[in-house]
């Protein structure tokens, strides 16, 4: 009672048959993570397919597909860290912020040092104000900003906070006589960080310029690369992590009584939790049977989950 079980191995419960829980897909570049929801709903044999975190077509890595239950799972999963490895090249800027878009400025970007790049990249480390990339998603004035962009407007997204925990040079490798130079980072983060935006604001605070030209997420929250499936692998042998180990991960746990289950499965308050997270509980039989949160005296089912 009261822990959290970050294991989340293959050979740890995963099951092949249709069901509910959590695939961990490597996203291949070039689709969108919607292409992928539409693969998963192939191979999974069901509509009730959705994605946590979206990842743009260029980016590949982790990109979390619930199906059938374990959709009620992704909206706790949107909100959690994630980890990325990107190139960051210098001395170019792009109207999207990455290499999918138009280069709008060229500068030379030689006179850059390790020493710059290192100090620039400790002011955008911890808690700061970003403004997103004008082509992303977010929606100003009930449309997405990226439509209004390619329509031809000028668009002014506000700032808004996130958390850089970790922003880590591994390479600086200076391209054509020195003139660009592209910075191999890995970047640990809060939900909501737009990894283009800190290339663009890496180069603009170096006066050269700056877009992302490569990434891949490794992680997102508890779910790691090392678990991910391309899409071939899936096709070949559709495995996915069961509703209770997801559930094990990305939650506190707490174990059941009998008594406690049945009151939870009509939706009653029981006994507090030991933690004032939200907690998965589970039946004796360790099936996930609701999402708990404390109130007042009682812990509170956020979701209550139906008996196979």
């Not at 509910?20 to 998963?40: A, E, N, R």
């Not at 500068?107 to 403004?131: F, H, M, S, Y």
């Not at 499936?229 to 996915?240: G, K, P, V």
Request: charged share 30%; proline share 4%; net charge negative.
């Amino acid at each position: 009672m009261g822990s959290k079980d970050t294991s989340t191995a293959p050979d740890s419960g995963q099951e092949t048959a249709p069901g509910s829980g959590l695939v961990i897909v490597d996203k291949p570049q070039g689709f969108t993570s919607h292409d992928v929801v539409g693969k998963m709903r192939r191979l999974a044999q069901t509509r009730k397919v959705g994605h946590a975190g979206t990842l743009d077509p260029m980016a590949t890595g982790v990109l979390i597909v619930g199906i059938n239950k374990a959709t009620r799972l992704l909206t706790y999963i949107v909100g959690a860290s994630k980890t990325y490895e990107a190139t960051i090249r210098l001395g170019e800027s792009t109207v999207t912020d990455d290499a999918e878009g138009e280069i709008t400025q060229t500068r030379i970007a030689a006179a850059v040092t390790r020493e710059d790049i290192d100090r620039e990249i400790a002011k955008l480390t911890g808690d700061i104000l970003q403004v997103p990339s004008s082509v992303s998603a977010i929606k100003i004035n009930g449309e997405r900003a990226y439509k209004r962009v390619r329509s031809g407007e000028e668009v002014e997204i506000p700032a808004r906070p996130v958390t850089i925990h970790r922003f880590d040079v591994h390479d600086v490798r200076r391209e054509r006589a020195g003139k660009i130079v592209d910075v191999d980072v890995t970047v640990e983060c809060s939900s909501g960080t737009y990894i283009r935006a800190l290339a663009r604001d890496l180069g603009q605070a170096l006066d050269v310029g700056g877009h992302l030209t490569a990434l891949r997420r490794t992680a997102v929250g508890p779910y790691e690369l090392e678990k991910a499936r391309t899409l071939e692998q899936l096709a070949e042998n559709f495995e996915y992590l069961p509703l209770a180990n997801a559930a094990r991960a990305l939650f506190e746990n707490r174990e059941l009584t009998e008594e406690e289950a049945t009151e939870l499965s009509f939706g009653r308050r029981i006994p507090r939790n030991e933690t004032e997270e939200i907690t998965a509980a589970f039946t004796p039989d360790g099936e996930l049977a609701a999402l708990l949160k404390n109130k007042g005296s009682k812990a509170v089912p956020e979701i209550v989950f139906e008996a196979h």
